[in-house]
């Protein structure tokens, strides 16, 4: 019986545990030796689906992560239930150092990063010939970006059934980007996944392109056990509309190489790339830059390059794409 007053001891004293157990609190947090190596295939919602020593599992990211992102391509620590079995959920605790990052920003004024993928070590910037009309300077975007990167580009010309390539071709030349070209009666035979998928063996190559440009349509004709929906393009715009809604890393037949499908784009912001770079993803252009004055904005009274394309050096479309992209980063500077 418990005694209560002036009759009671230390044997009758309760100690009520705090509330937050009586377990001292360390910052020591677990190395986790045993996680096992994982390959992220896509990230919706909070929810991110690995590959795990060939079964697909779904996992979140653990509290030690703090704010440090997961995206598709990274090589990740998985603890927890890897039996991949449904309702099941697994912890990422470790995100390797990545080898490469494609990155984009909504537009050159937003100074949030998006990162798009991790470990990519190709870009294939897809684009219609026509329906929509192509647009260069997003190409042109998609190149710098894939420079800053370090990514070696690849440019997928669809819909040559409607237009000729030839034209967008010779301003591409000069830059000696890998091409193919495509038709969609080649698409739907077979024929044209076969010429783009001997460009992607042994590579992890992302893919981006504004809407309706077959985006999709190739990379279910290159993965054909994985089937995503696809849209059509807008009689009225001229403009696709979002079928994909996130990046989706699939793996080549064979397992040699993956295919990184991406949602379509509306714009490609350069904000995060510095724009002495800028010029550097214009290997046609760089030569002439040495007779440049110092600090020069390359849109000036005396800038070479005005020399340099009036002699037939370089095509002036590329000028006037890089004069754009410099005066777009100017003004966000200025701002």
């Known amino acids: 019986m418990r005694r209560y007053g002036k009759h009671t001891d230390e044997d009758d004293i309760r100690v009520r545990p705090g509330r937050r157990g009586t377990r001292p609190r360390t910052h020591i947090r677990p ?83 998006r990162v798009i993928v991790a470990n990519a070590d190709q870009l294939a910037i897809v684009t219609a010939l026509a329906d929509p009309e192509p647009r260069p300077r997003l190409i042109d975007r998609c190149l710098v970006a894939a420079f800053d990167a370090g990514l070696e580009a690849l440019l997928v010309l669809t819909k040559s059934d409607l237009a000729p390539a030839r034209q967008l071709l010779d301003a591409y030349d000069p830059l000696g980007v890998r091409h193919v070209v495509t038709s969609r009666g080649e698409l739907a035979e077979g024929e044209a996944a076969e010429r783009v998928r001997t460009l992607l063996y042994g590579r992890s190559t992302v893919f981006v392109g504004h809407s309706g440009v077959g985006k999709t349509t190739l990379v279910n004709a290159l993965v054909p056990d994985r089937q995503r929906a696809t849209g059509v393009v807008n009689a009225v715009t001229g403009r696709g509309r979002h079928t994909t809604t996130s990046a989706l890393a699939l793996p080549l037949p064979g397992d040699d190489g993956w295919v990184i499908d991406t949602p379509g784009l509306r714009s490609f912001g350069l904000h995060h790339v510095d724009a002495a770079r800028v010029v550097q993803a214009f290997p046609d252009l760089v030569p002439g830059t040495e007779g440049c004055p110092r600090a020069c904005s390359h849109d000036e009274q005396d800038c070479a390059l005005d020399d340099w394309v009036r002699e037939g050096h370089a095509d002036p479309a590329r000028l006037y794409s890089l004069r754009r992209l410099l005066a777009t980063r100017e003004r966000r500077e200025g701002d």
């Open 31 to 113: 190395k986790h030796e045993d996680a096992a190596e994982g390959f992220v295939l896509t990230v919706d919602r909070g929810r991110i689906t690995c590959l795990v020593d060939g079964r697909t599992v779904t996992a979140m990211k653990a509290r030690e992560l703090g704010r440090k992102g997961v995206v598709v391509g990274d090589r990740v620590g998985v603890v927890g239930d890897l039996s991949g079995e449904k309702d099941t959920l697994a912890r990422i605790v470790r995100v390797e150092e990545r080898a490469s990052v494609l990155r984009r920003t909504a537009d050159d004024d937003d100074p949030y990063e």
